[in-house]
T-cell receptor, first 112, second 115 residues
Framework: GQQLNQSPQSMFIQEGEDVSMNCTSSSIFNTWLWYKQDPGEGPVLLIALYKAGELTSNGRLTAQFGITRKDSFLNISASIPSDVGIYFCAGRDSGGYQKVTFGTGTKLQVIP | EPEVTQTPSHQVTQMGQEVILRCVPISNHLYFYWYRQILGQKVEFLVSFYNNEISEKSEIFDDQFSVERPDGSNFTLKIRSTKLEDSAMYFC?????????????FGPGTRLTVT
């Protein structure tokens, strides 16, 4: 099956620092997604990317869809304590009805 | 803002018992999904549902699992005879339609504990 590997697995950063996390896939996706999950909650969509090479921002978050269609990164600028959580990359093949394949997750902890 | 809701938030059941997990998708959404997340692991796709039938399912979704839309608002996941390894968070999701930019919105999850 399709595998999505994220790095790093976890990270501790100081409040105010920028953060970067990556996701690589064993196969091509036509849509890349980034979700955040707080403890005991469901995943919340942060950014969706639909074209190879696309760079999209959502506030302090920026994500890019790799040109090979097999990778993506997420940057968070000027981190704040509420950025704490698990960040999942995810891929989807084509239609919006199709299943989302999730990555292994990056656990982010922000030290005030 | 409309959201997906799920009940119960936590369900404890004995091995071999049947459980039904309930979801109310966002009202104008047409596609419905179930995912599960074993503690500390990634979220895994189980099944997608459209027009009163399953459109896709994973190898996890075996004969012990079934889904149903019993009325115009609820979407349920039934596990017929629970096993210890069914213990996980179960997330319901819904999306408006099938175009490339219609994303899935997730509910808060039901934590299922099988003892």
């Amino acid at each position: 099956g399709q595998q999505l590997n994220q790095s790093p697995q976890s990270m501790f950063i100081q409040e105010g620092e920028d953060v970067s996390m990556n996701c690589t896939s064993s196969s091509i996706f036509n849509t890349w997604l980034w979700y955040k999950q707080d403890p005991g909650e469901g995943p919340v969509l942060l950014i969706a990317l639909y074209k190879a090479g696309e760079l999209t921002s959502n506030g302090r978050l920026t994500a890019q869809f790799g040109i090979t269609r097999k990778d993506s990164f997420l940057n968070i600028s000027a981190s704040i304590p509420s950025d704490v959580g698990i960040y999942f990359c995810a891929g989807r093949d084509s239609g919006g009805y199709q299943k989302v394949t999730f990555g292994t997750g990056t656990k982010l902890q922000v030290i005030p | 803002e409309p959201e997906v809701t799920q009940t119960p938030s936590h369900q404890v059941t004995q091995m071999g018992q049947e459980v039904i997990l309930r979801c109310v998708p966002i009202s104008n959404h047409l596609y419905f999904y179930w995912y599960r997340q074993i503690l500390g692991q990634k979220v895994e796709f189980l099944v997608s549902f459209y027009n009163n039938e399953i459109s896709e399912k994973s190898e996890i979704f075996d004969d012990q699992f079934s889904v149903e839309r019993p009325d115009g608002s609820n979407f349920t996941l039934k596990i017929r005879s629970t096993k210890l390894e069914d213990s996980a968070m179960y997330f319901c999701a819904s999306s408006v339609g099938d175009s490339g930019s219609n994303e899935q919105y997730f509910g808060p999850g039901t934590r299922l504990t099988v003892t």
